[in-house]
């Protein structure tokens, strides 16, 4: 993906009640800046929310009640123990019928209820001729371990192996 606006359009391609069935839960991972976020972000503008999008990082939890659809923005990086998932009664939102986004989910293991989809984002440089600068790009990995992840990617994403992956330039993180 060349850019944030690649991250969005690739978060857009889920954004389909085909896909979004009540009890999906997608594992983000990636380092900081990978574009988990953003992908977030692109997925709920695509089913229309208008309202600011931002990372759960201190907050642990972003509900967005949107397209009729309950989806809930997780991000445990800020967990020093998994147990603390528990404590904040967390797992309640697993059991219902919402979708669910979890940004560094091995924050809460093992307490946390297992993916449908994994999604690995990654920034890859590499390095340049003597005369041009390192080129960085973004890579997008997408894996099913379940029937409802499978039939998400492959509706959503025209996916119809259950992992794929997908790259392209963009330029060097700052």
Known sequence: MCDEA??????????THQCLTPGLVIWLHGDLGAGKTTFVRGLLRA???????????????????ISGLNLYHFDFYRLNQPEEYLDAG????????????????????PYLPP????????????????????VAHREAFCHATS?????????????????????????PPA
Not at 6 to 15: D, E, H, N, Q, Y
Not at 147 to 171: D, K, M
């Open 115 to 134: 993916a449908d989809i994994h999604i690995e984002l990654r920034v890859v440089t590499t390095p340049g001729s003597p005369t041009n600068s390192p």
């Open 6 to 15: 690649a991250t969005l359009a690739f978060g857009a391609r889920f954004a």
């Open 47 to 65: 089913l229309g929310e208008t309202g600011p999008v931002k990372s759960p990082t201190y907050t642990l939890l972003e509900v967005h009640a």
């Open 90 to 109: 967390l797992d309640e939102y697993f059991s219902g019928n919402g979708v669910c986004l979890v940004e560094w989910p091995d924050q809460a293991a």
């Open 147 to 171: 029937a409802r992840g499978r039939l998400c990617l492959t509706r959503c994403c025209g996916i119809a192996t259950p992992s794929a992956a997908t790259s392209s330039s963009l330029p």
